[in-house]
């Protein structure tokens, strides 16, 4: 070991030479990178859709295949949308734009589909030579285009289970003032002077009424609730939506600093290398002469 550590000492400057050339690249590289350097990140939840009826999940669709995502995210279309919501040149964006997949059970996969355990969440991160704000914006623009992409199935869905608890509402208000009515009849006939069988023969169509509107309020009642907790699970369940907002920050100096450090680890791993390999070729001519 004293031997090679002798060998490598001999042509030392070889060793600063990688060293520093090591270093030197990797802080030009992130000098002309790290103007205004930074990141933001989305997280999106792809919701999971379940059948019309709501009996099982809708386990073949769009949404079960990230790759699917990934590439929507990356589209030309998409990509051109954010950068103008956010002021940057779309065509610089794309190149700083990245997007991971990852299942719920939480083993990362970058574009792998996932397998079991629902839908996939999708990362959004926009990292560049941009302020705060703008890589925000970019990667809050580029998750909503794939919410609503996403959402189409539900959105729907969703608006059509409005609709519906929305007609049974209004449904049940008609009962409950049938009741009222037929309640308020029954009672003027009760504290009338009319004769026993008159106010029997009288209150017969009202006692009639309040039967057919207690049938069919509870009906409507389970109806109802069936249709309010469908239309919950659609929207935080079944819908996409966001997991976190991006929030833009500078690129950590820390980062840049690891960067330098294990520049010059490499720098002085090659340089040793280098510097025994010259010191055994120029000892071959040393051992011939002798």
């Known amino acids: 070991m004293t031997e090679y550590f002798r060998r490598a000492m001999r042509r030392w400057y070889v060793i600063v030479l990688s060293v520093v050339a090591a270093v030197a ?3 030009l590289h992130g000098v002309s990178g790290a103007t ?11 919701g999971q859709p379940f059948t019309p009826g709501g009996a099982s999940v809708l386990t073949t669709t ?6 699917i995502s990934i590439q929507y995210v990356l589209a030309p279309q998409q990509i051109a949308k ?3 919501a956010a002021g940057i040149d ?11 997949s990852s299942s719920p059970a939480g083993s990362g996969a970058a574009g792998k589909a996932s397998t079991g355990g629902g839908p996939p969440t999708i990362s959004i991160n926009v990292e560049g030579p941009w302020t705060r704000a703008k890589v925000q914006t970019a990667a809050n623009s580029l998750a909503h285009s794939l919410i609503d992409y996403a959402n189409r199935y539900t959105t729907m ?14 449904e049940m208000r008609v009962l409950q003032e049938v009741q009222k009515r037929a309640h308020a009849n029954l009672q003027s006939i009760d504290s009338s002077s009319a004769a026993p069988l008159d106010k029997v023969a009288a209150s017969s169509p009202f006692v009639s009424d309040l039967s057919s509107a207690a049938d069919q309020i509870g009906t409507l009642t389970l109806n109802l609730t069936n249709d309010q907790v469908a239309l919950v699970a659609a929207r935080d369940i079944e819908s996409s939506q966001f997991i976190s907002h991006a929030v833009g920050h500078q690129v950590s100096a820390a980062t840049r600093r690891s960067s330098l450090i294990i520049a010059a680890m490499v720098g002085l791993i090659v340089g040793i290398g280098l510097a025994l390999a010259w010191e055994a070729l120029s000892a071959r001519p040393r051992r011939a002469q002798a």
């Open 62 to 67: 769009p949404l079960s295949n990230p790759q």
């Open 25 to 27: 690249l990797v802080f």
């Open 157 to 170: 869905k969703t608006n059509l289970i409005s609709g519906r608890v929305k007609t049974e509402q209004a």
């Open 36 to 46: 205004k350097q930074a990141a933001a990140t989305a997280s999106v939840y792809l």
């Open 82 to 84: 954010a950068a103008a």
């Open 90 to 100: 779309h065509g610089s964006l794309r190149k700083h734009v990245s997007v991971l």
